[in-house]
Antibody, heavy 122, light 107 residues
Framework: EVQLLESGGDLVQPGGSLRLSCAAS????????MSWVRQAPGKGLEWVSV????????YYADSVKGRFTISRDNSKNTLYLQMNSLRAEDTAVYYC???????????????WGQGTLVTVSS | DIQMTQSPSTLSASVGDRVTITCRAS??????LAWYQQKPGKAPNLLIY???SLESGVPSRFSGSGSGTEFTLTISSLQPDDFATYYC?????????FGQGTKLEIK
């Protein structure tokens, strides 16, 4: 059974930093691209970042480019999101999501974690 | 960036109704489109990928169609469990983008 378990969400002050983790199990983690998608309270889905299966390719939404860094450790089956210079508008539930096709980066997301809440407020 | 526009934003329907949600892309995305269902407080759930392929385990009352810039999600006979918010997503190019969502409500 595929499982994605996010952690690391917290209350942080504007300008602060946070690192999210997503522990994966139930599939060959190193074969799939992984993404972070966020959802502000009461709002729709916003894609944040993607990393290829090998970690060699990454893309970011303009809203987080230069502030967030996605990475993965295939030996630990874990995805990360380093979030720096946080702003109030980054407040959201952050989901990690698994790419739906082995080896592909342009994919839909067939499994999602339960989400972790990041609140940016003074 | 490719903009995805869903209509309607809210849809009121009854159990047993046939409903259709439309998603339009600002430029051609071939068939690189997915549909998700999301219930309050839960993560989204993939229903359809590549515009018309039904994800494993998803009931056959859900179907998707379209290509290029116009796509539809159809639920052939609404069940109580189907009242939720639905999102389309294009993955033709990054940044991948979602529609704003369609909330399906009980009439």
């Amino acid at each position: 059974e595929v499982q994605l378990l996010e952690s690391g969400g917290d209350l942080v002050q504007p300008g602060g930093s946070l690192r999210l983790s997503c522990a994966a199990s139930g599939f060959t983690f190193s074969s799939y691209a992984m993404s972070w998608v966020r959802q502000a309270p009461g709002k729709g889905l916003e894609w944040v970042s993607v990393i290829s299966s090998s970690g060699g390719t990454t893309y970011y939404a303009d809203s987080v480019k230069g502030r967030f860094t996605i990475s993965r450790d295939n030996s630990k089956n874990t995805l990360y999101l380093q979030m720096n210079s946080l702003r109030a508008e980054d407040t959201a539930v952050y989901y990690c999501a698994k790419g739906g096709q082995s080896g592909a980066i342009r994919v839909g997301f067939d499994y999602w974690g339960q989400g972790t809440l990041v609140t940016v407020s003074s | 960036d490719i903009q995805m526009t869903q209509s309607p934003s809210t849809l009121s329907a009854s159990v047993g109704d046939r409903v259709t949600i439309t998603c339009r892309a600002s430029q051609s995305i071939s068939s690189w489109l997915a549909w998700y269902q999301q219930k309050p407080g839960k993560a989204p759930n993939l229903l359809i990928y590549k515009a018309s392929s039904l994800e494993s385990g998803v009931p056959s009352r859900f179907s998707g169609s379209g290509s290029g810039t116009e796509f539809t999600l159809t639920i052939s006979s609404l069940q109580p469990d189907d009242f939720a918010t639905y999102y389309c997503q294009q993955y033709n190019s990054y940044p991948t983008t979602f529609g704003q969502g369609t909330k399906l409500e009980i009439k």
